[in-house]
């Protein structure tokens, strides 16, 4: 691991270059994003899915899942006492995340099509949030989704969001251009019982529903760029 962090206003923020991934994001001793040991052996944490989401462009374009960024070397490239500017480029997309921390924290994604082709590019960020004391009982906009963390839906976001998990501060969630959200949780099936994992969730945004990439819409032309952005409080 290459840990990059900020420290301030009583935030930590820990990122690894390997991957772009947020490995910690603490708010007064109490985690909002997390790393995990998860139950299929795997560990998870933060990273950003391009130029897909998940399966979808695998079979049909020669996609990798969640897109290759999330395990690939991020260069930095600027780093002050309250920001973090990281960027990798891959088959003709450069993509720069810049992590913020003022009063609340920010985290931006910028992809630019530097290729002379137009390019098929979706975004998500698949968020590991903490639930140290479980999920069960998870609001989000006042509706109840716990049973999505069993049932993996997409549901739709709002500009300005509130997610209540049991016994941890209520987060303020706001997104730009990102309109909808992946359940998830990991999984583990043995003699017919499913067992999930329940230190963490996933609400993953998405710039589009998931299969956008394969689209026409998703396309975009050469030396142009799309940005999406989350901010938690």
Same mark, same amino acid.
């Given at each position: 691991?290459?840990?990059?962090?900020?420290?301030?206003?009583?935030?930590?923020?820990?990122?690894?270059?390997?991957?772009?991934?947020?490995?910690?994001?603490?708010?007064?001793?109490?985690?909002? %994003?997390?790393?995990?040991?998860?139950?299929?052996?795997?560990?998870?944490?933060?990273?950003?899915?391009?130029?897909?989401?998940?399966?979808?462009?695998?079979?049909?374009?020669?996609?990798?899942?969640?897109?290759?960024?999330?395990?690939s070397e991020w260069r930095l490239i600027n780093?002050?006492?309250?920001?973090?500017?990281?960027?990798?480029?891959?088959?003709?997309?450069?993509?720069?995340?810049?992590?913020?921390?003022?009063?609340?924290?920010?985290?931006?994604?910028?992809?630019?099509?530097?290729s002379d082709e137009r390019k098929r590019v979706?975004?998500?960020?698949?968020?590991?949030?903490?639930?140290?004391?479980?999920?069960?009982?998870?609001? %989000?906009?006042?509706?109840?989704?716990?049973?999505?963390?069993?049932?993996?839906?997409?549901?739709?976001?709002?500009?300005?969001?509130?997610?209540?998990?049991?016994?941890?501060k209520v987060i303020k969630w706001q997104v730009?251009?990102?309109?909808?959200?992946?359940?998830?949780?990991?999984?583990?099936?043995?003699?017919?019982?499913?067992?999930?994992?329940?230190?963490?969730?996933?609400?993953?945004?998405?710039?589009?529903?998931?299969?956008?990439?394969?689209?026409?819409?998703? %396309?975009?032309?050469?030396?142009?760029?799309?940005?999406?952005?989350?901010?938690?409080?």
């Amino acid at each position: 691991m290459d840990i990059l962090k900020i420290k301030k206003n009583n935030w930590l923020l820990e990122i690894d270059l390997n991957g772009g991934r947020i490995v910690n994001l603490i708010k007064e001793n109490n985690k909002i %994003l997390g790393t995990y040991n998860r139950i299929d052996g795997k560990t998870g944490n933060t990273h950003v899915c391009i130029p897909n989401f998940a399966n979808e462009g695998v079979e049909k374009l020669g996609f990798v899942f969640h897109g290759p960024f999330r395990n690939s070397e991020w260069r930095l490239i600027n780093q002050s006492k309250s920001r973090i500017d990281i960027i990798s480029e891959i088959n003709g997309l450069s993509v720069t995340q810049s992590f913020e921390i003022n009063d609340d924290f920010s985290h931006k994604i910028l992809i630019r099509n530097v290729s002379d082709e137009r390019k098929r590019v979706h975004i998500a960020v698949h968020n590991y949030w903490d639930t140290e004391f479980g999920w069960k009982g998870v609001f %989000l906009n006042g509706h109840d989704i716990s049973g999505g963390f069993i049932d993996n839906p997409e549901i739709n976001l709002e500009k300005n969001n509130i997610l209540e998990i049991p016994n941890k501060k209520v987060i303020k969630w706001q997104v730009e251009n990102f309109r909808k959200a992946k359940l998830w949780t990991g999984v583990k099936e043995e003699g017919g019982k499913k067992t999930h994992d329940n230190k963490y969730i996933c609400i993953e945004p998405e710039m589009e529903y998931e299969g956008f990439v394969e689209t026409d819409r998703s %396309l975009i032309e050469p030396k142009k760029c799309i940005s999406v952005e989350q901010k938690i409080g």
